[in-house]
T-cell receptor, first 114, second 110 residues
Framework: ETGVTQTPRHLVMGMTNKKSLKCEQHLGHNAMYWYKQSAKKPLELMFVYSLEERVENNSVPSRFSPECPNSSHLFLHLHTLQPEDSALYLC?????????????FGSGTQLSVL | GENVEQHPSTLSVQEGDSAVIKCTYSDSASNYFPWYKQELGKRPQLIIDIRSNVGEKKDQRIAVTLNKTAKHFSLHITETQPEDSAVYFCAASFPRQLTFGSGTQLTVLP
């Protein structure tokens, strides 16, 4: 157990559905991340929250909307997704969000878009 | 932005042999280079990391080497065991984020 929990573990949704992924960290970290993991591709950073600041990957479509109500919780709201969005979505946290420190990953949400 | 290339994409070795995975990065300002291991169906976990002021770091059977001039770093696993079978990802730091390589599927054959 790394202290980062994600729910749900699996999610199947249609292209017109709206769903949310949840992540919670119990490590006292100040930064949280969403990564997308597709087969045969590098882990792709989607969003970073460090204290009050959000750093956003410019290539993330607006159908993905993050929310970070506090330093322990992170959500990814999904709407009108496409089949190519099917992937493993990993949440991570780190102490300060400087980019040069250990990341603690959750187990991920395996998302299938039909 | 940072670009990280990782080779090979797949690697099979006999149990007891050594395995080497190589990565190159593009941003000379990168100063932190971690390696993550992801077993099938599990989360990525940090196994070793190195900072730019160090050329080599060892932890039991694993070691990482860094060549800043060539912008190249490598993971070395000696005396491989079946439990070393996993996907290994290298990464390089960029302000506020890590850029990952595409991963190497290592299979240790008994």
């Amino acid at each position: 157990e790394t202290g980062v929990t994600q729910t749900p573990r699996h999610l199947v949704m249609g292209m017109t559905n709206k769903k949310s992924l949840k992540c919670e960290q119990h490590l006292g970290h100040n930064a949280m991340y969403w990564y997308k993991q597709s087969a045969k591709k590098p882990l792709e950073l989607m969003f970073v929250y460090s204290l009050e600041e959000r750093v956003e990957n410019n290539s993330v479509p607006s159908r993905f909307s993050p929310e970070c109500p506090n330093s322990s919780h992170l959500f990814l709201h999904l709407h009108t997704l496409q089949p190519e969005d099917s992937a493993l979505y990993l949440c991570a946290s780190s102490q300060s969000g400087t980019g040069d420190e250990k990341l603690f990953f959750g187990s991920g949400t395996q998302l299938s878009v039909l | 932005g940072e670009n990280v290339e990782q080779h090979p994409s797949t690697l099979s070795v006999q149990e007891g042999d050594s395995a080497v995975i190589k990565c190159t990065y593009s941003d000379s300002a990168s100063n932190y280079f971690p390696w993550y291991k992801q077993e099938l169906g599990k989360r990525p976990q940090l196994i070793i990391d190195i900072r730019s002021n160090v050329g080599e770091k060892k932890d039991q059977r694993i070691a990482v080497t860094l060549n800043k001039t060539a912008k190249h770093f490598s993971l070395h696993i000696t005396e491989t065991q079946p439990e070393d079978s996993a996907v290994y990802f290298c990464a390089a730091s960029f302000p506020r984020q890590l850029t990952f390589g595409s991963g190497t599927q290592l299979t240790v054959l008994p």
